[in-house]
Each structure stands twice: as structure tokens, then as C-alpha cells.
């Protein structure tokens, strides 16, 4: 028999444990009110294929790994805005939304599927996610609800799939799997088969409803969703041009059935991933202005103000779906086009949209203030604020080594330890190491300074990256970057041999040369 003091301790161990990890009591829903709970929620997501397994989290695996640093639940607020909630990891993480639907979506990326996990909750609900193999399933706490039409995305991979990679995903997957060569081939073969599940899937919805196992509501909720997914595929590059060729081969007016939504219903339908995703396939591959030709507009390559008119002039949408599409094709100006293209479009945006909290939005999100295109400004470490062009004035005299980087950028990171290195080499020289960061977040960026202990150089916050002409007039598209200007405040080489890779023996040729 064990000492009584051992069972005792035992016990008060068990206790402590059981409490440590106990779910608290859900915070119960008010009306027009949804509450979700995250249970532990991974710090990274990230799905493991071993022999062709979805979810097993494998060490070794050598198989396909797709990673999300930022793989939350999206949802449409009251507002009609998109939002993404990312839970806290590691911990029991509580929100609480606003609700005016009778129903509600939240959906999460499932990569290998081709189709989000998605889960058609109700107002007032309360919902329990917790995660197996960075996996959520989600619990309703205040009714009952069956586990097949909650968790529909997971069951549907069992059955049908039996967690191996869908025909769905394996249409553009194959590619990591069998290269490039046999890709368009086997991307037919496996079109064909999704068409095959696609009609199994059907029949199994069907069995569901007819057995009261999933509500009618869900029911047509995951038809439409299906539907969508056969959307995209067709729109597809090479299966859009193969059902093409098949329907000149027939000579038929139409070989595929249309799964097209009703735009009528847009106000109804926004709440739901699958109708915001088929909008951007419309609106990128179904407008007037889209013309394809070898690869620009409407094949691999969207020109987004191209987009954006085609979108404004199309009568099939309606104000919600264009407040909706005019920002989503407001993004891709902002990030691939000239300063002058995004003063442009964003006042057509200022002129065609109602939704102003978006709008605030994207002005904080690429910093936009077109009042300052033509300077570079910057911040200090000590949050001063003051110009490139000062930057040279105040330089004058000294030979200027500038480099362009990003706490986020891994390059830019791995050179740090040889831009040192170059520093102590040319420590006798006249010249002086600037340091601009761009696209950051402060707090990452003096973390990043401290971290590679340059703080003894001159380093610099770029404010206004996105909407300054000086960056373009530099040819900054990508980082790092370097500069060389010349103790006159001269710009001698805007593109400039990396620290480790040719600096050093560049810069001691252009100053013994000067």
C-alpha cells in the first residue's frame, strides 16, 4: 500500500492539472449576438501530407507542407466588411460579434481540399473551437446541433476522400507532385474525376437531408459551395482552354452545366466565402474590359485597373457587390502600380464607394498621403521626422553605403552579420551606413536594429514607401536594396553589390576613383 502523503500529493497533482487545462464556462450569447471560443489555437498553422494523409502531424514527413502564418476565421461583420479573427495561441481565447443575420459563416483556408472549412452557425449562437492536428472542429454549446453538419468539411474528406488529397485539390496540386511536364495532361484526368465526386458529393447531401441528418438551410449552403468550387476550376487556365477545344470538337453550343449564383441575391448571398470568392472569379474572368492575350490581362495576369473599370461599369453588380469588388481590386493597384496609378484609382474609390470605414482602412493600410509624393519620409529611432533629401544634406561630404531592408525580410536579415563585417572593414574611410526600413512595423524594426546591434549607424523608418515617386524614381521593387552616393551627395550605383557579395571591393574602387 502507498503511503497515505503519496496518494494525497497524487490526488492534488490530478486536481491542478484538470483545472489548469478546463475550458471556461462559455460566455453566453446576447441577442443579435454570435460568442466564439478558441480552445489553444496553434501559433503557426500547418498541414502535413504524408502518403497522401491530410491532418496527421508527422516529424519526418517529407510530404507537402502548406504553412499560414495568419490562418484565422473570416467572416462578413454587420457592416458588411470582411474581418479575420486570428486567436490568441496557446490560450482560451473569447469574441464576441455583432449579428443582424439570421445565419452567419466563418471560414478557414484548407489548402489541400481546394475548398475552405467552413461553419454555418446561427445569431445567438455560441461556439467552441478547438484544434486536432491545427485542424479547428467546432462545438455549438447552447443547442444541439449535429456533428456531420457542423463539421461538414471534415466528414466530407472522410467519406468521400478518405483523407487523401481530393481530385479537386490534385487538378492544380499535381503540379508539386508530378512537375511541370505532365501537368496539364493529368490536370484534365484529375478534372474529370472531380466532375465524377463532384455528382457523388451531390448524392451524399441529398442522403443527409433526406435523413434529417443536416438541416435544409446547410443543405443548400454546401450545394452552392460545391458549386463554386466547380466554378474554379474551370476558370482555370488550361481547363478553361480544354473545355473549349472540347466544345469545337462536339460542335455543341454547351458541354458543361452553368453554376453560376444569382446576383439579385448579392445582399443576401455576401455573408457567405463562396459567393465573395465566385464575385472575384466574375470579376476577374467574365468582364468586357478583360481581354486575354498571352498571358497579360485575364489569363495568368490581371491587370487590376483594368479590373477596376470593368467593374464600375457593369450593370450585373449592385452598390454592395462593387464596394466589395472596387476594394479587392483596389489592392492589387496599391501593391503592383505606380504611384500615379494609385492616386488615380483611389479617387475613383473616394467617388464610387459607400462603405467610408473600408475606405479608412485602406488609407492606413498603405499610409496614403499623395500631399508627400515627391519626398522620402522618415523617422527616426527617437521619432524625429525628416526627408531622404535631408538625409543627403546633412551626409554631405561623407561617402553614403544605404541599404533597404524589412524586419520580415529573410535576405535582408542574413546580410546584417556581413554588413557589419563591411562596416569594421571600412571603419578608416569616409563613409557612413544608412539603414531604411521599409514596409515594417515599428516595433518589429527597433527590435530588428537592437537584435543585429546596428544601432551605432544611421537607421530610418520609411513613412511613405507606398505612395512615394522617389522609391520608383530609385528602382526600389524589391529588398534589399543598396545604394552607393558619392561624398558629394551624388547617387554613383542604384544598384549596388550586396555586403559578403562585392561591396567592399566596389565601394574602395568608386572612392579611389573619385
Known amino acids: ?40 489555437a496553434p501559433k503557426t498553422y500547418m498541414h502535413l ?37 486570428l486567436p490568441k495561441p496557446n490560450v482560451h481565447d473569447t469574441l464576441a460579434i455583432e449579428c443582424h443575420n439570421n445565419y452567419l459563416e466563418f471560414s478557414t483556408n484548407d489548402f489541400f481540399t481546394r475548398i475552405k472549412k ?12 478547438d484544434f486536432e492536428n491545427n485542424i479547428p472542429r467546432a462545438k455549438i454549446t447552447n443547442r444541439n446541433v449535429n456533428d456531420v453538419e ?5 466528414f466530407r474528406l472522410k467519406k468521400l476522400f478518405d483523407n487523401k ?15 511541370v511536364e505532365n501537368y496539364e495532361k493529368n490536370s484534365i484526368e484529375y478534372y474529370l474525376q472531380a466532375n465524377k465526386d463532384f455528382e457523388k458529393e451531390i448524392d451524399l447531401l441529398d442522403s443527409l437531408k433526406n435523413n434529417n441528418i443536416i438541416s435544409p438551410i446547410n443543405y443548400h449552403y454546401r450545394i452552392d459551395a460545391l458549386n463554386m468550387l466547380m466554378e474554379k476550376h474551370k476558370n482555370l487556365k488550361n481547363i478553361k482552354n480544354w473545355l473549349a477545344r472540347q466544345k469545337s470538337l462536339e460542335n455543341k453550343e454547351t458541354i458543361e452545366q452553368e453554376h453560376g449564383f444569382d446576383l439579385s441575391k448579392t445582399d443576401s448571398l455576401m455573408k457567405f466565402s463562396f459567393f465573395r470568392d465566385y464575385l472575384i472569379q466574375i470579376s476577374k474572368y467574365d468582364l468586357d474590359m478583360i481581354e486575354e492575350n498571352n498571358g497579360n490581362s485575364g489569363a495568368f495576369y490581371i491587370d487590376s485597373r483594368i479590373r477596376f473599370d470593368s467593374i464600375l461599369l457593369d450593370k450585373r453588380f449592385n452598390r454592395t457587390a462593387k464596394n466589395y469588388l472596387l476594394f479587392d481590386a483596389y489592392h492589387g493597384i496599391g501593391n503592383n502600380f505606380k504611384v500615379k496609378d494609385k492616386k488615380r484609382y483611389f479617387q475613383k474609390l473616394q467617388e464610387n464607394t459607400t462603405n467610408l470605414e473600408k475606405l479608412n482602412q485602406v488609407v492606413k493600410a498603405y499610409k496614403i498621403d499623395f500631399s508627400k509624393s515627391d519626398k522620402l519620409v522618415l523617422t527616426t529611432l527617437e521619432n524625429d521626422t525628416l526627408t531622404l533629401s535631408e538625409v543627403l544634406k546633412d551626409n554631405k561630404g561623407k561617402w553614403l553605403y544605404i541599404d533597404f ?4 525580410c529573410k535576405p535582408c536579415r542574413e546580410t546584417m552579420p556581413e554588413s557589419k563585417i563591411l562596416k569594421s572593414e571600412l571603419e578608416k574611410e569616409n563613409i557612413e551606413f544608412v539603414y531604411l526600413s521599409v514596409n515594417d512595423k515599428k516595433e518589429n524594426w527597433k527590435k530588428a536594429i537592437a537584435h543585429h546591434e546596428i544601432s551605432d549607424s544611421q537607421n530610418y523608418f520609411i513613412e511613405n514607401g507606398n505612395t512615394s515617386k522617389v522609391m520608383e524614381d530609385l528602382g526600389i521593387n524589391t529588398i534589399p536594396h543598396y545604394l552607393i552616393y558619392n561624398d558629394e551627395g551624388k547617387l554613383v550605383n542604384g544598384y549596388a553589390n550586396r555586403p559578403g557579395q562585392g561591396a567592399k571591393a566596389q565601394l574602395e574602387e568608386l572612392m579611389a576613383n573619385q
Not at 150 to 154: H, I, P, R, T, V
Open 49 to 85: 501530407m504524408k502518403q497522401d494523409s491530410v491532418g496527421k502531424i508527422v516529424k519526418d514527413s517529407s510530404g507537402v507542407k502548406a504553412f499560414y502564418q495568419n490562418n484565422g476565421f473570416t467572416y462578413l461583420d454587420h457592416m458588411d466588411n470582411v474581418q479575420t479573427w
Open 118 to 129: 467552413s461553419f454555418l452557425v446561427k445569431n445567438g449562437d455560441t461556439i467552441i473551437f
Open 165 to 179: 488529397y481530393t481530385s479537386h485539390f490534385l487538378i492544380f496540386g499535381n503540379l508539386t507532385i508530378s512537375g
Open 405 to 408: 531592408w524589412a524586419s520580415w
Open 1 to 40: 500500500m502507498k503511503p497515505l502523503k503519496h496518494i494525497l500529493l497524487f490526488i492534488i497533482l490530478i486536481i491542478s492539472f484538470s483545472c489548469k487545462n478546463e475550458v471556461p464556462a462559455p460566455k453566453k450569447s446576447k441577442p443579435n449576438q454570435i460568442v466564439l471560443i478558441s480552445v489553444n
Open 150 to 154: 457542423l463539421n461538414y468539411n471534415g
